[in-house]
């Protein structure tokens, strides 16, 4: 169930040392832990910055880290699923 009234929209972001803080069009404003995306923990300040805000708002793009984040994950709480597979039940029956 969808509980958002409608899609949050990027409009800045910043970093500090732990953390990647995004604004709102709506005037809320996230935090969320480097550590969630890899590629960015790993970069160098300037990779950081060199994002752009894509989709009108839905989403974060960085081109020489090859990293796309959407806007509506992070309010979920999702990060970088290739960098941290989801085990299933039957990767544990087969170890």
């Keep these: ?16 040392e732990d953390l990647m803080w995004l604004e ?3 005037g809320r404003e996230l935090g969320v832990p480097l550590a969630y995306f890899p590629r960015l923990l790993n970069a160098t300040p ?20 090859d990293e796309d984040i959407l806007v509506e994950n992070l309010l979920l709480g999702i990060g970088d699923v290739e960098a941290n597979p989801v085990s299933t039940n039957l990767e544990k029956v087969t170890q």
């Design 1 to 16: 169930m969808n509980t958002l009234i409608s899609k949050p929209l990027a409009i800045r972001l910043r970093f500090g």
């Design 24 to 26: 709102l069009a709506d």
């Design 46 to 65: 300037e990779q950081r910055e060199g994002y752009s805000i894509s989709g009108g708002g839905t989403g974060l793009h960085w081109d020489d880290l």
